[in-house]
Every structure is written in structure tokens, then in C-alpha cells.
């Protein structure tokens, strides 16, 4: 069964430093895999998707992630935190040929808090 | 700009009592999907349907039922409220994809659910 792990419920960071969010999975086959975020009182919105294309990814924001196969990791970072970055983050995965359906599994999410 | 609107941003009601969240999509979305999010699980099924009158379950449907009866309406339905059932209650919708399962999910802003 396909699954999503998200290394670290809480990280800090200052305003200007690297955001570094860790997403692994497990998964028989190589997934789609997407970052999502929330915003306080928010629902969920794309920030990027990997689906087999080009590896690196760049999303919204000035995010971007890469995916690695030998790893099984799709982290996701951004060189400079911005204050406005302050959110949860949600990895999330589904199978390609899982009929149309296109379940999303999701990892236990990711608060990122940004300090002056 | 694609919608999928939840009829109640908060609700709260009492212990037995028979609940409805209910979700409309503008998309004319085949696949529709009622997840809860609670801290440090992140977002878990509920149930999905991908065409009117059908469903099925996710990984959490105990004590949760769901109506859908026209294509861009999805209906999640607590058929007697306990206090375990207090969460964030999100609704989304996708295309159908056949095999390519690619393509993201679009989220509502979420129902904060109160049992008391």
C-alpha cells in the first residue's frame, strides 16, 4: 500500500533562509506525487505536482521540488523564506493506472512557521 | 476560476444529532471526495464518488454516510453526531483521468464540526 511521511510536524525558519520540507513515500511503482498548503482558515491549495515529466518542479511561490526515485523523497524548498510563507504543507501521492478515480493518500502535514 | 464550495465555513451541533455537510463544485467534475483533517494525521478519506448515485468508501467511513444525486453536489452525512467526530471536515473534487491520475484536486475552504 502506498503511503506518505512527512519528517518533522513543526519547522522554523528565519525570514530569508532556506525552507527545506521533507516528504518520503512508499509506493510499489513510481506515484504522482503533489505539495499542497493551507493557510490558517483555508482549504487546500496546489503548490506544485511531479507526474513523471521532469524531475525538478517549480510551483507557485517560488516553491519547488525534486523528485528521486532511488531516495523515494519529494522534498520541497524554497531558497528565501518569506513571512507570508507561514502555513502547513501536505505532501501527497496517488498511483498512476489507480483507474480515475485519483485518491490522494496525504502525509500528516507540516507547519512551517517564518520569524523576523 | 474553479469553485467547490462548502455550505458551512463552522457548525456546531449535539451529540445524536443527524448532520449534513454539504459541497457543490462548478467544474463538472466526475469525482468528488469528503476527507477529515485532524492535527498530526493530516487529511484522511472519508468516501469518494466518481458519478452520481455512486460511492465508496475511504479509509474512515465508520459513522459517516454520503448522498450524491446530481453530479456537482456531494453530501456527507452523520447519521448520529458523537463527540469524536468534532474535526475539519474537507470536500474535493477532480476529473475523471482513466488511467493517468495526474491531475491535482481542488479543495473547499472546509467545515470546522463541533459535537458537544
Known amino acids: 500500500a502506498q503511503s506518505v511521511t512527512q519528517l518533522g510536524s513543526h519547522v522554523s525558519v528565519s525570514e530569508g533562509a532556506l525552507v527545506l520540507l521533507r516528504c518520503n513515500y512508499s509506493?510499489?511503482?513510481?506515484?504522482?506525487l503533489f505539495w499542497y498548503v493551507q493557510y490558517p482558515n483555508q482549504g487546500l491549495q496546489l503548490l506544485l505536482k511531479y507526474t513523471s515529466a521532469a524531475t525538478l518542479v517549480k510551483g507557485i511561490n517560488g516553491f519547488e521540488a525534486e523528485f528521486k526515485k532511488s531516495e523515494t523523497s519529494f522534498h520541497l524548498t524554497k531558497p528565501s523564506a518569506h513571512m507570508s510563507d507561514a502555513a502547513e504543507y501536505f505532501c501527497?501521492?496517488?498511483?498512476?493506472?489507480?483507474?480515475?478515480?485519483?485518491?490522494?493518500?496525504f502525509g500528516a502535514g507540516t507547519r512551517l512557521a517564518v520569524h523576523p | 476560476d474553479v469553485k467547490v464550495t462548502q455550505s458551512s465555513r463552522y457548525l456546531v451541533k449535539r451529540t445524536g444529532e443527524k448532520v449534513f455537510l454539504e459541497c457543490v463544485q462548478d467544474m463538472d467534475h466526475e469525482n468528488m471526495f469528503w476527507y477529515r483533517q485532524d492535527p498530526g494525521l493530516g487529511l484522511r478519506l472519508i468516501y469518494f464518488s466518481y458519478d452520481v448515485k455512486m460511492k465508496e468508501k475511504g479509509d474512515i467511513p465508520e459513522g459517516y454516510s454520503v448522498s450524491r444525486e446530481k453530479k456537482e453536489r456531494f453530501s456527507l452525512i452523520l447519521e448520529s453526531a458523537s463527540t469524536n467526530q468534532t474535526s475539519m471536515y474537507l470536500c474535493?473534487?477532480?476529473?475523471?483521468?482513466?488511467?493517468?491520475?495526474?491531475?491535482?484536486?481542488?479543495f473547499g475552504q472546509g467545515t470546522r464540526l463541533t459535537v458537544v
Open positions: 509506493s510499489s511503482v513510481p506515484p504522482y
Open positions: 501527497a501521492v496517488t498511483l498512476p493506472g489507480a483507474g480515475g478515480y485519483n485518491k490522494l493518500i
Open positions: 474535493a473534487s477532480s476529473p475523471w483521468q482513466g488511467t493517468a491520475a495526474n491531475t491535482e484536486a481542488f
